[in-house]
DNA sequence: TTGAGATGTGACTGTTTGGTCACCTAAGTT
DNA sequence: AACTTAGGTGACCAAACAGTCACATCTCAA
């Protein structure tokens, strides 16, 4: 399995840091290497570097080099690409009326959240 | 890291073969565990058990035992949910307009995105 | 109540992944 | 040139994960 596409945003997407650090390039847009290290105390440098690696090869993070730093720019263009093809397919038809849909659907507990 | 609530999902997500399998039961809604594991030759029926059980986790799939069958249907409401507090949050806004990133970018460093 | 079909569980294995570190290169500064 | 600062690489480790198997349970039908 691994349709090659989507599957790299979708495993990228799928680590909460690696969300976070979308999240600071949300807030602030192309932030160097170190400067995000700065504010993931969690992490070493080379943590935050190996995310960014991965969030680049899923083209969620566009570089542009700048003498010697390297600045980091959100690109939310998969995430959009995703939207389409995968949300769009079965969730937006539903969406608000199936909210209370699963509660009655079971009849019964079925896990779902509160 | 982990905010616990959508991180399930994300994580669920993340693996081709849970998409797949989510799609099998877009196709055909309320099957059980052997008939989707005769959909998937390559993996085994406890392959498919697992993963089942992790889509179930997230919520993402809703059970309803029936004698000594269990049916799995799609619940899209998880994914709903995703769309609303992340996509909407930086993919919609710009979405178009930003498939030439790189040209602005190189203008200079964009600090807080113009 | 015997048997067969459907699902469940716990242990086990190989691979991937998150994270760190010692070291290295490139580009500025003085 | 000497020094500093930003970034990069490869090896390495521990935890998480995909996948399987032997075995157990539950339920229906004769």
Do not use: C
């Not at 504010?39 to 960014?52: A, D, E, I, S, Y």
């Amino acid at each position: 399995m691994g349709e090659g596409d989507g599957d790299l945003v979708f495993k990228a997407l799928a680590d909460a840091t690696r969300r976070a650090l979308l999240d600071a390039l949300f807030v602030a847009d192309g932030q160097t290497v170190t400067a995000l290290a700065e504010r993931f105390p969690t992490m070493t440098r080379f943590g935050v570097m190996k995310h960014l690696g991965i969030l680049e090869s899923a083209s969620l993070v566009v570089t542009l080099r700048r003498g010697r730093t390297k600045l980091h720019f959100l690109n939310p263009v998969p995430i959009a690409q995703i939207a389409d093809r995968w949300i769009s397919k079965y969730a937006a038809p539903f969406a608000g009326a199936l909210v209370d849909l699963d509660q009655q659907a079971s009849g019964h507990r079925a896990e779902s959240r509160s």
